[in-house]
């Protein structure tokens, strides 16, 4: 061995352990994170993280969890291990790659921490269904690159915060089932990239935030359970190309008497539309008889406070399920339900209205509707 040689063996020597045990601040992070960790019943952060099984050149890739990408953590995924303790989610701003960050289904609380713009790596974020409070920060809007987050089923409360539509790349959000509160912020509307929008089971207040049909390439928006108020977004429905739309559970109201014959004109693509237990009013025929509903398969219009006559859903193919009940409904229940060969639907409810043939004489048309329904294997009520 020449002196060259010596020198890169002993430099060898020096240096190899010194890769080994030095940890990296990717580790540093990991470990500051399970610090906060209380009970963990199946071992699968607190058995698994700890320095005796670092095999690594800076990541981990041993750890239960612990995703890499050559020396830096690019994933870190604990769902369901029914973890509890308090997650210190600021120490994810060190991993500089990370890009993904799910922790649903424990029992963790914590809060997302004001340097949350840090994961600037971060595509996917899940902390649904724990303990997580406090305000989402307005930082949030700083996280480009995210693609899917969710964090639905804790205790967030405050406002969803204008800044949102800085999420350029956002395709999911779901806040669903926390305590967020204040009207939907008109910046919603520049989530260009939003396939899938849930915020349902809050205290959002106000209206429907005009603009939504400007997001091409949302599939599903479910807003219910809140307490929005003001008209059904018409415009919204009938122009954009949106499937699953659900209002259920607000304080919508009719603007106009006539407001449901936009029915009518309801975009092709949508296939499900809830709009029930709001407070809207008015009539489905609006003098001449409305009988198409688009392309719709589900139409869930109960408890509501809508009357007249029903229409005559002659010219209606798609229709699966049909919710009318706890309205108030009069007249003669329609012929059009009672076609055979051309009619898919499988579910009717017109309960608690005030039909003609049903309170009357409920048991004999019960026994009627139900033989014709059996046959063609529906489920109903009235
Ligand atoms: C994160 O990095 C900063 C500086 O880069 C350091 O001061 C801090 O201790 C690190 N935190 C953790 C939890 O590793
Ligand atoms: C969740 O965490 C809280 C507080 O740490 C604890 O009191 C509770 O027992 C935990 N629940 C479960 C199901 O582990
Ligand atoms: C949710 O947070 C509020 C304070 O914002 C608190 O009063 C309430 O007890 C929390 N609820 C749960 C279920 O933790
Ligand atoms: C992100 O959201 C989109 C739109 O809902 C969905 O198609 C995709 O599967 C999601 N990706 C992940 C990793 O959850
Ligand atoms: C929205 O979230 C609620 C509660 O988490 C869930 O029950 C519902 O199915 C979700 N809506 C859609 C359209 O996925
Ligand atoms: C419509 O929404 C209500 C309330 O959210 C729900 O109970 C009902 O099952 C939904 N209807 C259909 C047909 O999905
Ligand atoms: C049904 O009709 C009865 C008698 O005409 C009336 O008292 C009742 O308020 C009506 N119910 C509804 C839900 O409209």
Known sequence: MGFVGRFLFLLLLVAAPALGQLPSQDI?????????????????????????????NGCPASWNGVVCNGASVAGVVLDGHRISGVADLSVFANLTMLVKLSMANNNLSGSLPSNVASLKSLKFLDISNNRFSGPIPDDIGSLRSLQNMSLAGNNFSGPLPDSIDGLASLQSLDVSGNALSGPLPAALKGLRSMVALNLSYNAFTKGIPAGLGLLVNLQSVDLSWNQLDGGVDWKFLIESTVTHVDFSGNLLTSTTPKELKFLADISETVVYLN????????????????????????????????????????????????????????????????????????????????????SSNSAFMFLVLSLFHFMHGMQCSF
Request: hydrophobic share 40%; no cysteine.
């Open 275 to 358: 709009l029930s237990n709001n407070k809207l009013t008015g009539s489905l025929i609006d003098g001449v008889e409305l009988s198409t509903f688009g392309r719709l398969k589900v139409l869930d219009l109960s408890s509501n406070e809508l009357s007249g006559d029903l229409p005559g859903f002659n010219y209606v193919y798609d229709l699966e399920v049909l919710r009318l009940a706890n309205n108030g409904f009069t007249g003669f229940v329609p012929s059009g339900l009672l076609k055979g060969d051309s009619l898919v639907l499988n579910q009717l409810d017109l309960s608690a209205n005030n039909l003609t043939g049903i």
């Open 28 to 56: 540093l992070a990991l470990l500051a994170f399970k610090k906060g960790i209380t009970h963990d019943p199946t071992g699968f952060v607190t058995d698994s993280w700890n320095d005796e099984s670092i095999d690594f």
